[in-house]
Protein backbone atom coordinates (compact mmCIF):
# COMPACT_ATOMS: atom_id res chain seq x y z
CA UNK A 1 0.00 0.00 0.00
CA UNK A 2 1.23 3.75 -0.94
CA UNK A 3 2.02 5.59 1.72
CA UNK A 4 -0.99 8.24 2.73
CA UNK A 5 -0.68 11.58 1.60
CA UNK A 6 -1.76 14.02 4.93
CA UNK A 7 -0.75 17.65 3.41
CA UNK A 8 -0.72 18.43 -0.53
CA UNK A 9 -1.27 16.00 -3.68
CA UNK A 10 0.53 16.26 -6.35
CA UNK A 11 -1.97 15.50 -10.23
CA UNK A 12 0.74 13.19 -11.31
CA UNK A 13 0.60 11.42 -7.76
CA UNK A 14 -3.16 11.55 -7.61
CA UNK A 15 -3.13 10.05 -11.26
CA UNK A 16 -0.73 6.82 -9.77
CA UNK A 17 -3.09 6.14 -7.17
CA UNK A 18 -5.77 5.94 -9.04
CA UNK A 19 -3.99 3.92 -11.56
CA UNK A 20 -3.10 1.76 -8.92
CA UNK A 21 -6.47 1.32 -8.08
CA UNK A 22 -6.59 2.84 -4.53
CA UNK A 23 -9.48 4.23 -3.66
CA UNK A 24 -9.47 7.67 -3.02
CA UNK A 25 -12.71 10.30 -1.75
CA UNK A 26 -12.49 13.35 -4.19
CA UNK A 27 -14.22 16.41 -3.13
CA UNK A 28 -14.91 19.27 -5.36
CA UNK A 29 -14.32 22.57 -2.77
CA UNK A 30 -14.77 25.26 -5.03
CA UNK A 31 -17.01 28.02 -3.88
CA UNK A 32 -17.00 31.95 -4.44
CA UNK A 33 -17.90 33.86 -1.50
CA UNK A 34 -19.46 36.57 -3.75
CA UNK A 35 -21.56 34.31 -5.44
CA UNK A 36 -22.60 31.24 -3.53
CA UNK A 37 -23.36 29.59 -6.57
CA UNK A 38 -20.58 29.56 -8.39
CA UNK A 39 -19.12 26.89 -6.85
CA UNK A 40 -21.81 24.59 -8.13
CA UNK A 41 -22.33 25.65 -11.88
CA UNK A 42 -18.28 25.53 -11.97
CA UNK A 43 -18.94 21.56 -11.30
CA UNK A 44 -21.68 20.81 -13.27
CA UNK A 45 -19.63 22.09 -16.45
CA UNK A 46 -17.00 20.10 -14.97
CA UNK A 47 -14.85 18.73 -12.17
CA UNK A 48 -12.25 15.67 -12.01
CA UNK A 49 -13.91 12.30 -12.77
CA UNK A 50 -15.88 10.78 -9.80
CA UNK A 51 -15.30 14.04 -7.57
CA UNK A 52 -18.50 14.70 -5.31
CA UNK A 53 -19.84 18.53 -4.44
CA UNK A 54 -18.61 20.05 -1.40
CA UNK A 55 -20.29 23.06 -0.87
CA UNK A 56 -18.57 25.47 1.82
CA UNK A 57 -21.98 26.92 3.11
CA UNK A 58 -23.99 23.42 3.31
CA UNK A 59 -21.32 20.59 3.94
CA UNK A 60 -18.33 22.61 5.03
CA UNK A 61 -20.13 25.07 7.40
CA UNK A 62 -22.50 25.09 10.24
CA UNK A 63 -25.94 27.20 11.38
CA UNK A 64 -25.03 31.04 11.75
CA UNK A 65 -26.53 32.58 15.05
CA UNK A 66 -25.19 36.06 14.10
CA UNK A 67 -22.51 35.96 16.34
CA UNK A 68 -20.54 33.24 15.61
CA UNK A 69 -18.82 34.07 12.52
CA UNK A 70 -19.70 33.69 8.82
CA UNK A 71 -18.63 30.23 8.68
CA UNK A 72 -19.20 28.54 11.77
CA UNK A 73 -17.78 24.77 12.29
CA UNK A 74 -20.38 22.40 12.00
CA UNK A 75 -21.66 20.32 14.62
CA UNK A 76 -18.58 17.41 14.76
CA UNK A 77 -21.96 14.69 14.77
CA UNK A 78 -23.01 16.29 11.92
CA UNK A 79 -20.31 16.61 9.91
CA UNK A 80 -19.02 13.03 10.54
CA UNK A 81 -22.92 11.69 8.99
CA UNK A 82 -21.87 14.38 6.17
CA UNK A 83 -18.12 12.45 5.62
CA UNK A 84 -19.91 9.07 6.10
CA UNK A 85 -22.01 10.17 3.24
CA UNK A 86 -19.30 10.96 0.91
CA UNK A 87 -17.63 7.69 1.36
CA UNK A 88 -14.82 8.57 3.59
CA UNK A 89 -14.11 6.03 6.61
CA UNK A 90 -10.80 5.39 8.23
CA UNK A 91 -7.76 4.18 6.17
CA UNK A 92 -9.33 5.65 2.75
CA UNK A 93 -7.21 8.29 0.69
CA UNK A 94 -9.31 11.52 0.74
CA UNK A 95 -8.39 14.23 -1.80
CA UNK A 96 -9.37 17.50 -1.72
CA UNK A 97 -9.46 20.69 -4.76
CA UNK A 98 -10.57 23.90 -6.08
CA UNK A 99 -9.75 26.12 -8.74
CA UNK A 100 -8.96 28.99 -6.13
CA UNK A 101 -5.78 28.43 -4.78
CA UNK A 102 -6.77 25.90 -2.13
CA UNK A 103 -8.84 27.70 0.38
CA UNK A 104 -11.85 25.89 -0.06
CA UNK A 105 -10.00 22.99 -0.13
CA UNK A 106 -8.12 23.50 2.74
CA UNK A 107 -11.28 23.88 5.24
CA UNK A 108 -12.52 20.39 4.22
CA UNK A 109 -8.91 19.06 4.90
CA UNK A 110 -9.02 20.75 8.47
CA UNK A 111 -12.08 19.73 8.92
CA UNK A 112 -11.60 15.53 8.06
CA UNK A 113 -8.39 16.11 9.98
CA UNK A 114 -10.59 17.47 13.23
CA UNK A 115 -12.30 14.38 13.14
CA UNK A 116 -9.40 12.51 13.07
CA UNK A 117 -9.28 11.18 9.57
CA UNK A 118 -5.25 11.54 9.09
CA UNK A 119 -5.46 10.60 4.79
CA UNK A 120 -6.32 13.63 3.81
CA UNK A 121 -4.33 16.17 1.29
CA UNK A 122 -4.90 18.91 -0.96
CA UNK A 123 -4.37 19.05 -4.57
CA UNK A 124 -1.46 20.88 -5.26
CA UNK A 125 -2.83 23.52 -7.88
CA UNK A 126 -6.42 22.12 -8.25
CA UNK A 127 -7.88 22.03 -11.40
CA UNK A 128 -5.29 23.55 -13.74
CA UNK A 129 -2.87 21.27 -12.38
CA UNK A 130 -5.19 18.43 -13.11
CA UNK A 131 -5.20 20.05 -16.41
CA UNK A 132 -2.15 21.06 -16.93
CA UNK A 133 -0.85 17.11 -15.75
CA UNK A 134 -2.97 15.72 -18.67
CA UNK A 135 -6.17 15.14 -16.45
CA UNK A 136 -9.93 15.44 -17.69
CA UNK A 137 -13.24 17.02 -16.52
CA UNK A 138 -16.12 15.49 -16.12
CA UNK A 139 -20.19 16.86 -16.29
CA UNK A 140 -21.53 13.83 -14.76
CA UNK A 141 -22.19 14.25 -11.41
CA UNK A 142 -20.45 11.68 -9.51
CA UNK A 143 -22.59 8.91 -7.21
CA UNK A 144 -21.26 8.84 -3.65
CA UNK A 145 -20.65 5.04 -1.77
CA UNK A 146 -21.79 6.14 1.11
CA UNK A 147 -20.64 4.71 4.98
CA UNK A 148 -21.49 5.10 7.78
CA UNK A 149 -20.78 8.10 10.48
CA UNK A 150 -17.07 8.90 10.28
CA UNK A 151 -16.19 7.26 14.03
CA UNK A 152 -14.77 11.03 14.77
CA UNK A 153 -12.12 10.80 18.20
CA UNK A 154 -11.68 13.49 20.35
CA UNK A 155 -10.86 16.70 18.12
CA UNK A 156 -7.58 16.04 16.38
CA UNK A 157 -6.97 20.15 15.62
CA UNK A 158 -6.74 22.63 18.29
CA UNK A 159 -9.76 25.83 17.89
CA UNK A 160 -9.79 28.92 20.47
CA UNK A 161 -12.75 30.77 21.06
CA UNK A 162 -13.05 34.31 21.17
CA UNK A 163 -12.40 34.93 25.14
CA UNK A 164 -9.78 32.67 24.93
CA UNK A 165 -8.28 34.69 22.63
CA UNK A 166 -9.15 37.97 23.52
CA UNK A 167 -7.83 37.04 27.27
CA UNK A 168 -4.60 35.47 25.70
CA UNK A 169 -3.67 38.21 23.09
CA UNK A 170 0.02 39.02 24.79
CA UNK A 171 0.94 35.87 24.63
CA UNK A 172 -0.09 34.13 21.95
CA UNK A 173 1.43 34.45 17.85
CA UNK A 174 -1.70 35.44 15.59
CA UNK A 175 -1.48 35.00 11.89
CA UNK A 176 -4.13 36.78 9.76
CA UNK A 177 -5.05 35.40 6.24
CA UNK A 178 -7.39 38.36 4.64
CA UNK A 179 -5.55 40.23 1.88
CA UNK A 180 -3.63 43.37 2.97
CA UNK A 181 -6.00 46.31 2.59
CA UNK A 182 -8.90 43.84 4.47
CA UNK A 183 -5.74 43.74 7.18
CA UNK A 184 -5.05 47.22 7.70
CA UNK A 185 -8.96 48.16 7.54
CA UNK A 186 -8.89 50.21 4.08
CA UNK A 187 -11.50 48.14 2.93
CA UNK A 188 -14.12 45.75 4.05
CA UNK A 189 -16.18 43.94 1.47
CA UNK A 190 -17.48 41.01 4.14
CA UNK A 191 -17.78 42.28 7.74
CA UNK A 192 -19.33 45.01 9.10
CA UNK A 193 -16.34 46.55 10.86
CA UNK A 194 -12.71 46.76 9.44
CA UNK A 195 -9.68 46.21 11.10
CA UNK A 196 -8.39 43.28 12.59
CA UNK A 197 -7.41 41.33 15.82
CA UNK A 198 -4.83 43.49 17.70
CA UNK A 199 -1.32 42.14 17.54
CA UNK A 200 -2.38 40.03 14.51
CA UNK A 201 0.79 39.41 11.94
CA UNK A 202 -0.57 39.94 8.38
CA UNK A 203 0.36 36.67 6.19
CA UNK A 204 -2.17 36.27 3.06
CA UNK A 205 -2.56 33.14 2.38
CA UNK A 206 -2.23 33.69 -1.52
CA UNK A 207 1.17 34.31 -0.55
CA UNK A 208 1.99 30.63 0.25
CA UNK A 209 1.44 30.13 -3.56
CA UNK A 210 4.07 30.12 -6.26
CA UNK A 211 3.21 31.79 -9.81
CA UNK A 212 2.24 28.54 -10.54
CA UNK A 213 -0.70 28.74 -8.32
CA UNK A 214 0.97 25.48 -6.44
CA UNK A 215 2.24 25.70 -3.07
CA UNK A 216 5.66 26.56 -2.78
CA UNK A 217 8.29 24.57 -1.61
CA UNK A 218 8.14 23.45 2.11
CA UNK A 219 11.52 25.05 2.94
CA UNK A 220 10.51 27.97 1.91
CA UNK A 221 7.07 28.01 3.44
CA UNK A 222 9.61 27.25 6.57
CA UNK A 223 11.93 30.21 5.97
CA UNK A 224 8.81 33.09 5.29
CA UNK A 225 7.03 31.21 8.50
CA UNK A 226 9.84 31.02 10.91
CA UNK A 227 10.50 34.91 9.52
CA UNK A 228 6.89 35.85 10.53
CA UNK A 229 6.40 34.02 14.32
CA UNK A 230 9.69 35.08 15.81
CA UNK A 231 10.36 32.01 17.48
CA UNK A 232 6.93 31.17 18.30
CA UNK A 233 5.66 27.35 18.66
CA UNK A 234 3.32 26.12 16.58
CA UNK A 235 1.25 25.42 20.10
CA UNK A 236 1.62 29.59 20.47
CA UNK A 237 0.42 30.38 17.16
CA UNK A 238 -3.36 31.57 16.21
CA UNK A 239 -4.44 31.18 12.83
CA UNK A 240 -7.67 33.18 11.73
CA UNK A 241 -9.34 35.26 8.44
CA UNK A 242 -12.30 36.38 8.22
CA UNK A 243 -15.25 33.25 8.70
CA UNK A 244 -12.34 30.40 9.64
CA UNK A 245 -12.05 29.63 5.92
CA UNK A 246 -8.68 30.98 4.18
CA UNK A 247 -6.73 30.61 7.77
CA UNK A 248 -6.94 26.74 7.34
CA UNK A 249 -4.58 27.05 3.77
CA UNK A 250 -2.07 28.89 6.47
CA UNK A 251 -2.61 25.96 8.74
CA UNK A 252 -2.14 23.69 5.63
CA UNK A 253 0.77 25.69 4.73
CA UNK A 254 2.22 25.17 8.46
CA UNK A 255 1.84 21.28 8.42
CA UNK A 256 3.14 20.92 5.19
CA UNK A 257 6.42 22.22 5.78
CA UNK A 258 6.85 20.60 8.64
CA UNK A 259 6.16 23.10 11.59
CA UNK A 260 3.65 21.58 13.39
CA UNK A 261 0.17 21.82 13.65
CA UNK A 262 -1.58 25.46 14.91
CA UNK A 263 -5.03 26.47 16.32
CA UNK A 264 -8.04 27.55 14.41
CA UNK A 265 -9.58 30.57 15.71
CA UNK A 266 -13.16 29.81 13.86
CA UNK A 267 -15.20 32.51 14.15
CA UNK A 268 -12.42 34.99 12.93
CA UNK A 269 -12.66 38.65 12.52
CA UNK A 270 -16.49 38.39 11.79
CA UNK A 271 -17.42 36.80 14.65
CA UNK A 272 -14.89 39.04 16.55
CA UNK A 273 -16.33 42.02 14.92
CA UNK A 274 -19.44 40.90 16.15
CA UNK A 275 -19.08 42.21 19.39
CA UNK A 276 -18.32 45.97 19.94
CA UNK A 277 -16.79 45.36 23.19
CA UNK A 278 -13.74 43.73 21.30
CA UNK A 279 -10.62 45.71 20.86
CA UNK A 280 -10.03 46.73 16.62
CA UNK A 281 -6.77 47.70 15.34
CA UNK A 282 -6.22 49.38 12.04
CA UNK A 283 -3.08 50.11 9.59
CA UNK A 284 -0.05 47.99 9.76
Same mark, same amino acid.
Request: proline residues 8%; aromatic residues 8%; charged residues 15%.
Given at each position: ????????????????????? =??????????????????????????????????????????????????????? =??????????????????? /?? #????? *???? !?????? &????????????????????? +?????????????? *???????????????????? +?? #? !??????? &???????????????? /????????? &??????????????? /???????????????????????????? =????????????????? =???????????? #??? !???? &???
Amino acid at each position: MPQPFTTLVSAAELQALQAAG =TPCVLLDCGFDLADAEAGARAYAEGHLPGALYARLDRDLSGAKTGRNGRHPLPER =TTFAATAGCWGVAPGVQVV /AY #DAMGG *PYAA !RAWWLL &RWLGHAEVAVLDGGTAAWRQA +GGNLSSVAATPQPR *PPYPATAPAMPTVDADTLQA +GL #D !RLRILDA &RAGERYRGEVEPLDPV /AGHIPGATL &RFFKDNLGSDGRFKP /AAALRAEFEALLAGAGAGQVVQQCGSGV =TACHNLLAMAHAGLGVS =TLYPGSWSEWCS #DPA !RPVA &RGA
